[in-house]
């Protein structure tokens, strides 16, 4: 079953606005990772946060967990068009260590 | 990923075939991983590998079997191919040490099965 989830599916924003998106998950987990897949390509990892840690930053991204909600979200600043792909999350639960679950991503399109 | 490289990238093979996909790895990590990728159902694990003589099964591993050759390498075989196994592979490698490494992704072999 899957562990994750993303919300939305799919988001359409303009260049330069903030894009958001969400990932649940089900059980209790040492981490948790947002990749990045460009189309038909294999995943790249963008920022890992640990059950422990509330938000992290990296250039601009901004991530944030909240375990007692069993949720993260991922926040891209001033978007570009390069940004255009598909977003997943990735988690480690406590009961399967070093196994990753993925979520089913949010398709992301940026307009220029 | 150019450190996790994946044969064949695309595959069009008939029902009952075997077909065998191989994954290669030059960043020395010892864990592997297999995965498909399904429209709508993100990643899912099928076998990973924690080194030479570990091999565990995921999520979807009924009709899938694997082999670690080598650190470097783990092949994924479908003894009998079928339809619905049509899908995305995605190998991945992850280093050895505490939770939370960071997964290296291979570019995916396309597989259609008629």
């Known amino acids: 079953s899957q562990q994750g989830e993303e919300d939305p599916q799919a988001l359409s924003i303009q260049e330069g606005e903030n894009a958001t998106m969400n990932c649940s998950y089900k059980?209790?987990?040492?981490?948790l990772q947002w990749y990045r897949q460009n189309s038909g390509r294999g995943l790249v990892h963008l920022i890992l946060i640990r059950s422990n840690e509330r938000e992290k930053h990296s250039g601009r991204l901004r991530v944030t967990l909240d375990t007692s909600k069993k949720s993260s979200s991922l926040l891209i600043t001033a978007s570009r068009a390069a940004d255009t792909a598909s977003y997943f999350c990735a988690t480690e639960p406590t009961s399967g260590t070093y196994k990753y679950i993925f979520g089913t991503g949010t398709r992301l399109k940026v307009l220029a | 990923d150019a450190d996790v490289t994946q044969t064949p990238r695309n595959r069009i093979t008939k029902t009952g075939k075997r077909i065998m996909l191989e994954c290669s790895q030059t960043?020395?990590?010892?864990?592997m991983y297999w995965y498909r990728q399904d429209p709508g159902l993100g990643l899912r694990l099928i076998y990973y590998?924690?080194?030479?003589?570990?091999?565990n099964k995921g999520e979807i591993s009924d009709g899938y079997s694997v082999s670690r050759q080598a650190q470097a390498k783990f092949s994924l075989s479908l003894e009998s191919a079928i339809p619905n196994q049509t899908a995305l592979y995605f190998c991945?490698?992850?280093?050895?040490?505490?939770?939370?490494?960071?997964?290296?992704f291979g570019p995916g072999t396309r597989l259609t099965v008629l």
């Open positions: 960043k020395g990590h010892d864990r």
């Open positions: 059980t209790s987990i040492n981490n």
């Open positions: 590998s924690f080194d030479v003589k570990d091999i």
């Open positions: 991945a490698t992850s280093d050895f040490g505490t939770t939370g490494n960071e997964q290296f």
